[in-house]
């Protein structure tokens, strides 16, 4: 399939956030807080990573080999929000990334369903199964701990990362072509109200005293062309081994 | 040999030490509603506890390359692995805290603390892929010998069943890292000589795992916990990756390793202080695993207690 531009640049947004995303959740591997959890973590991670191989996949007939498109374009190049790429060190932030980003990254998949491109709309089917998923995990955990957390670590999280997380929402340069072309047929505006009642009821629902306002994209990632704080240490970790000898099967 | 098939029977119990072995001796199997004696339960929790801080720090050691894992399918791939790592352990926990010795929290911060022991390779640091690819190759494949050893006989029940999977699952693993080797062996000089440093230093390491002789009277010997002696293990597996990783053109790191007139392969005399060392916790990266460990278990206490809040147990 032959993209234009633009859907090229829109699906890579979905792209590169569901690689880092998925990259940044492996963080966790054996330090979950407790073991079943560590198991369910990791499988999302690997899910995430899946989804970034089927969209990556259709984008690389033109392009090249998978790992090298992945890991080696220069840092200008990805088109990921800020949420994806930031470094979550405690859990409470990795939990409450995980419960934004899987409420936002359901409704990306629900809009590429509808796509009239067969790919897409059948990726996204497989895609949606899996979400499915993480969105129970993430409603059941927060549910459970949000409600007995006496250490507000997870209202402070919330407050730290809602600024971060509607960046998600940042829509790529072209996005209106996407439109007019009937790739799609809800922009991100239209998906990014929809994420916020979504939230809001989820805070109103597990009683936490946390303020959520439609609060407006990050200005400062300028159609997710801007890099976040931290990422280039982040994406010489990703290519230390495949930069090593780009010669070299791995 | 006994087969999974094997109906557990409970509250069974046993004269005295003679007639506990003659029932062991029979192909007797034990399961945990039995009154087993006690210095049977002691020897098993305490090998079991060993296997299930073992599987959970041999996934703590391989999480350190998989963030730079040169590829996405790559990255999937060492994930699930190490995930069935930290399944393993989680599984043999639960058999271990059916034993009424310790709960799996109890064990948990032994472990941590560094009050329980793991496998001496664990306690060394991958610090290359191609020592990721070295532990898949030489550990896992030292392990699931280990493994399947004991489940050839295993006289508990619910260890035994649990190694069903984990032998199946760790046999997998091993051959994954017969891929993996494959392709730094048939690759770039890169790749090779990365290797060649790996295998030098994980050689020994992965030779130990073993253990030393067995005891003449090993009692997870006598019980049918184990199936053979640590050193016939050590034995079979010199002799069969020595002339593997020769045909891929490595060198052992043994100068006194030699070869019989019947081809068979000997290993040169064995320094057990490293081993030692890593028993004591003074492994090459004992304390920075046994830290992180230690430090992300503090810092998770938060959530273990608000779920316990909740009364979901964890």
Request: proline share 4%; glycine share 6%; net charge negative.
């Amino acid at each position: 399939m032959t993209y234009s531009a633009a859907v090229r640049d829109y699906l890579l947004a979905f792209a590169d956030d569901e690689h880092l995303v998925g990259a940044r959740h492996t963080s966790w591997i054996g330090l979950g807080p407790f073991l079943e959890e560590d198991l369910a973590f990791c499988s999302i991670a690997q899910d995430e990573l899946g989804h970034a191989i089927g969209l990556y996949g259709l984008l690389l007939a033109d392009v090249g080999e998978l790992d090298t498109f992945a890991l080696l374009r220069a840092s200008q190049d990805y088109r990921s929000c800020w949420l994806a790429e930031i470094e979550c060190r405690d859990w409470n932030d990795s939990l409450v990334r995980h419960w934004l980003y899987d409420r936002a990254e359901a409704l990306r998949w629900e809009a590429l369903a509808a796509s009239p491109d067969a790919d897409i709309a059948a990726l996204a089917a497989r895609a949606q199964r899996e979400e499915s998923f993480h969105l129970a995990h993430a409603d059941q955990f927060m549910s459970r701990v949000a409600a007995n957390d006496t250490s507000g670590r997870i209202v402070d999280s919330i407050r730290r990362l809602a600024p971060v997380a509607a960046g998600i929402w940042d829509a790529t340069a072209a996005e209106s072509d996407v439109l007019a072309e009937g790739f799609v047929t809800d922009s991100s505006a239209d998906l990014a109200a929809r994420w916020n009642d979504q939230i809001r009821a989820d805070i109103a629902r597990w009683g936490l005293a946390a303020e959520w306002s439609d609060a407006g994209v990050v200005a400062a990632q300028q159609h997710r062309t801007q890099r976040s704080e931290g990422f280039d240490a982040f994406h010489d970790d990703l290519q230390r081994v495949l930069s090593l000898d780009t010669a070299a099967t791995w | 040999m006994h087969t999974l098939a094997t109906a557990p029977a409970a509250g069974r119990s046993w004269a005295d030490l003679d007639d506990f072995q003659a029932f062991i001796d029979a192909g007797g199997m034990v399961e945990p509603g039995d009154d087993m004696p006690p210095e049977y339960r002691d020897e098993v929790f305490r090998f079991i506890e060993f296997h299930a801080n073992s599987e959970l720090m041999g996934g703590l050691t391989e999480r350190d390359w998989i963030p730079h894992a040169p590829g996405l399918r790559l990255k999937q791939v060492f994930l699930a692995k190490t995930q069935d790592e930290i399944g393993h352990a989680h599984l043999l926990y639960m058999v271990a805290a059916d034993m009424s010795v310790k709960t799996r929290t109890e064990m948990l911060e032994d472990l941590f603390a560094g009050r329980s022991r793991f496998h001496n390779v664990f306690h060394y640091q991958a610090v290359t892929w191609a020592d990721q690819i070295a532990i898949a190759y030489l550990v896992d494949a030292a392990a699931f010998a280990s493994q399947r050893a004991v489940f050839a006989e295993c006289t508990y029940g619910p260890y035994k069943r649990v190694l069903k999977r984990i032998v199946a699952e760790e046999g997998f693993h091993m051959r994954h890292g017969e891929e993996m080797l494959l392709r730094l062996a048939t690759g770039t000089g890169t790749q090779r000589a990365m290797f060649q440093e790996a295998l030098n230093r994980w050689w020994w390491p992965a030779v130990q795992l073993f253990g030393p002789d067995s005891d003449p009277d090993d009692p997870l010997l006598r019980w049918k916990i184990k199936s053979q002696r640590n050193e016939d293990l050590r034995a079979a597996y010199v002799q069969k990756y020595v002339p593997l990783l020769h045909g891929y053109g490595f060198e052992i790191p043994d100068p006194e390793l030699r070869q019989d007139d019947d081809g068979r392969w000997h290993a040169g005399p064995i320094d057990w202080e490293p081993l030692k060392a890593t028993m004591r916790m003074g492994g090459p990266d004992s304390k920075r695993r046994i830290e992180t460990a230690a430090q992300n278990w503090a810092d998770t206490a938060w959530v273990r207690d608000a779920l316990d809040r909740q009364g979901v147990g964890t």
